[in-house]
């Protein structure tokens, strides 16, 4: 009986100190790890399937039960919210249309010039505690560590692993997560608005830029930008506008009407609180921000997303004394609930980039 | 050479590795699906628990570090991390009856939800304890206490049935 027992006590320091050793080399982000996840990988697979299959519909008979009322709602509420959207979406999409074109003119990246790959989820994480989904595309795909993954509504999270078939995405609302955004405040006061072109054209001083304002009017509910306008702050007032026989609106907003950007750092805090943003320069040129401002994706050499992806909206402002800045809480765009099929920008920053 | 293979089909740990690998695929499938009170409920948990309560600690302590391995290949934490937890989820298990003078049905059953709720727990201070600390919230007592109740409910199936796994020979 000691003889037994002594061999399992080695055996139990074998298997801990193997548990040890694995954390470490896995935390080293060591390649032989992911073979043995891969290896056990390909004799659970069948198993997984098979099981799926057979507890298809006792998982189903469970969302019946558990969640018909709130599937009745929520099928409400959205065709609520498709009607409310409809008409807002022409104008997004015009705007959205609009930015692209101005982007690529000056020669700025915009997402439609990214690739990206379609894929399906096709399971969470079998834990309490991580917040990742699983989805079937994977290296083969041209996916790598890091990209960015959104669905039709915005960010969603990133790509934390990578298989031949499949990768594993880490959520915003992981603790883990972080990212830089940047939060565009929209400022309260309306812009001055000159009606006789002349009067503007005189408000200029020395020749430097030509600026030749397009024909076509449209509205647009944005704050300090009107589109078919020219919208130039009075700080950078110094340019001729040409404008031809048409004598359209010139809008002059007044100093520091224009939404100004502020960088800081998105983190998520698990499945039961909101994610937040940190690091918000509490300088007097970003004013008050205000709920409802919305937060987007800041980009950058080092960002491993692109600039200008949709993350959420600020829903509270807590402000903290000295020079710490606010904390601001977020309410994300994409649900993370109910997420079926998401895109994964084939983005790289340019310091990862690896030049053939 | 056939009798060792025999041998090695029949063993206890070749059991508890197929039996194991049957609950990991309900954790990753049915379970993960059903969360009551928004907590997944945790086969693996209940299973090295049982393991501890039915066998003691030192066996114990091998079947979790076994079941915590294979649960960490599907898991996206360290690889090792819920080996160590498991293993010590069953080893604190198998301490239990100890604590009481003549342990029957019922009190093998607290224990295995009890040992179930420390276990639960252990899991995000592991992983704080290798750098992802972001877990050691006021929730971890919400998830603690829902998996001690689901385990309490089905720990009786569980006890016989690591009783049948960990057996040390089917025959005779």
Known sequence: MSVLS?????????????????????????????????????????IEGVARVVTRPISNAWYGITHYNDVTEENNLLREKIAQQEGAA???????????????????????????????VIGDSPSNFSQT?????????????????????????KITKTFTRRSIVMLITDPEYALSVKVINNPKESPNVIDDPEVAATSTSSTSTTTTVPTTQATSNIPGFTPGATTIPLNT??????????????????????????????????PTRVPIVRFIDS????????????????????????????????????????????????????????LSFVRILLYQPITERVTP | MSLRFLRFITSRWTRLVLVSSVLLAMQTTLLNDMRPFGVMAHVMVLFAASAGVVYGSEI????????????????????????????????????????VRDSSWWS??????????????????AQAMVGYSGWVQWRVLTVALVVGVVNLVFAPVMLLLTKWTLKETLVG
């Not at chain 1, 061999?7 to 032989?32: E, H, M, N, P, V």
């Not at chain 1, 022409?90 to 990206?116: D, K, M």
């Not at chain 2, 093998?108 to 727990?121: N, R």
């Open chain 2, 60 to 99: 114990g302590a091998l079947a979790g570090l076994i079941i915590g391995l294979m649960y960490d290949s599907v898991l996206t934490t360290p690889l090792g991390l819920a080996s160590l937890v498991l293993g010590a989820t069953a080893y604190i298990a198998g301490v239990f009856p100890y604590l």
């Open chain 1, 237 to 270: 007032i110094n340019v001729t506008v040409s404008i031809p026989s048409l004598a359209p609106t010139l809008t002059v907003p007044v100093s520091g009407a224009l939404p100004v950007r502020e960088t800081g750092m998105l983190e998520g805090r698990g």
């Open chain 1, 6 to 46: 002594a061999k399992r006590k080695r055996a139990i320091a074998l298997l801990s100190l193997t548990s040890i050793i694995l954390i470490t080399l896995d935390l080293q982000g060591s390649a032989s790890t992911s073979v043995l996840r891969g290896t056990f990988g390909a004799y659970f697979r069948p």
């Open chain 1, 133 to 157: 989904v699983e989805i079937n595309q994977g290296s083969d795909s041209g996916i790598k560590v890091g990209m960015p993954v959104m669905n039709a509504a915005g960010l969603v999270g």
């Open chain 2, 108 to 125: 093998k059953i607290i224990a295995v939800a009890m040992a179930s709720a420390i276990g639960e727990i252990l899991f995000p201070v």
């Open chain 1, 90 to 120: 022409v104008a997004a999409a015009a705007s959205v249309r609009l930015s692209q074109e101005l982007l690529a003119l000056n020669g700025l990246p915009t997402l439609a010039g990214i690739n990206s790959v379609s894929a399906q």
């Open chain 1, 283 to 338: 300088a007097q040129r970003f004013g008050t921000i205000l709920p409802g401002a919305p937060i987007v994706t800041s980009g950058g050499s080092l960002s491993l997303a692109p600039p200008d992806i949709v993350v959420g909206t600020v829903t509270k402002v807590s402000d903290r004394l000295g020079t710490a800045g606010p904390i601001l809480e977020i309410n994300l765009v994409a649900d993370l609930t109910n």
